[in-house]
DNA sequence: TCAGTTAGGGTACTTGCCGTACCGTAATGG
DNA sequence: CCATTACGGTACGGCAAGTACCCTAACTGA
């Protein structure tokens, strides 16, 4: 017996199981967004039904943490010799990510976990500190070419530029930063800031 | 006639009305916060029904965004004569609202307005620009007492401690940042950024 | 003053989705 | 080969958004 998608009727179990209703979710996740990840489609898409999700994920916010986690690709870090370049690289894989149907997800997701530290942890790994790594990286090499003060290898630093783009996403409603931003926010922020620091500690 | 509640049985209309469903809905925001507001007990509580409600507003978001308007507090601009103390007494106003109930409901709202610009606008006032505004004025005075640089008054930069103090709230679950934060922030970041500019345009 | 119009009030209903419960049965492991 | 575990199917209960009607109070202007 086979249903209607050809899928044997075969039950699974463990992992094949949950691998399943990952994949099928991470699907709808990429097609109607988080607010159109609902527990019966995923159940129907993976074949199964809303039991096998919640034995294994408490509820939908879960599932679609775990989803999204399978979705989120991972930050490139570029190495062009120069800061500026290496920053507006940076900053150009975070404005796509973001503008991306992939950004509103992980935007509401982050407003779902709102708070809930612990849930919020398991993005953090895409949000967070595997945000300050490649900044500190880039940076690190900056420095050893003499573009940026040692000072300024603090990660509140580093991800400064990262985080003024993230404002603009969530103040204006803009769909995608037009390069211009992008520019401003090196030119203007990021580079007088990593240069200029140490200059009169006591004002 | 008289209600429960005490309410007269006159028929309110109009902005009578209109006010009462405001206050209503600003009440169940502050004690339930957004998720708490429902249409249904909205109407109960102005002691009206859903109609009035949708005549007014096309959804929950709308209301929501409507009565938060009147919730939200104006900033105070300080004038210690530091500009380190004036921001960072800047942040800790922010810090404070960020971190009442209040602004976990503006997180809501923002993440259910998410990139319809439309709506989002109706909250800049609150979000954006009347957050800039204070930010210029305190700077502008600190470049006229030669603490700052002049080319420091940037709207991105004049803002940029306050975007960085929102991100902590982002990203990390925190219910409140803590004091040491805010003063990382001034002094690793802010006052580097708005004095050491101009330094070596080239590098 | 008195229709005629507008806008509230009351209520019931549809829809959608989360989360739970129950039961039969296939898969698995000793 | 049987006991246990876990999946599949299905049916609920609950809640809240939004819609539809109908009745009636409040306003409007001739």
């Known amino acids: 017996m086979t249903d209607s998608a050809g899928r044997p009727a075969r039950?699974?179990?463990?992992?094949?199981?949950?691998?399943?209703?990952?994949?099928a979710a991470a699907a709808e996740l990429t097609e109607s967004g988080y607010a159109g990840l609902t527990m019966d489609r995923v159940a129907a898409r993976a074949g199964t039904n809303k039991n096998a999700i919640y034995r294994r994920w408490p509820g939908r916010l879960a599932l679609g943490i775990a989803a999204y986690r399978r979705l989120a690709t991972t930050v490139q870090p570029p190495d062009t010799g120069s800061l500026r370049?290496?920053?507006?690289?940076?900053?150009?894989?975070?404005?796509?990510?973001?503008?991306?149907?992939?950004?509103?997800?992980?935007?509401?997701?982050?407003a779902a976990a709102g708070g809930t530290?612990?849930?919020?942890g398991q993005l953090q790994d895409q949000s967070g500190d595997a945000v300050a790594a490649p900044w500190l990286l880039v940076?690190?090499?900056?420095?050893?070419?003499?573009?940026?003060?040692?000072?300024?290898l603090h990660p509140r630093v580093a991800t400064s530029a990262v985080v003024l783009l993230r404002n603009e996403f969530v103040v204006r409603g803009?769909?995608?930063?037009?390069d211009d931003v992008l520019v401003d926010i090196v030119d203007e922020v990021y580079l007088p800031l990593v240069r200029g620091r140490g200059l009169a500690p006591d004002v």
């Open 11 to 23: 039950r699974r179990r463990g992992a094949a199981l949950e691998e399943a209703i990952l994949s």
């Open 85 to 110: 370049e290496d920053a507006l690289e940076l900053l150009r894989q975070a404005n796509r990510t973001w503008s991306s149907p992939l950004g509103a997800v992980l935007r509401d997701l982050l």
């Open 117 to 120: 530290a612990e849930l919020l």
């Open 139 to 152: 940076l690190g090499r900056a420095v050893a070419r003499g573009e940026a003060a040692p000072e300024a």
């Open 174 to 178: 803009a769909p995608t930063a037009p």
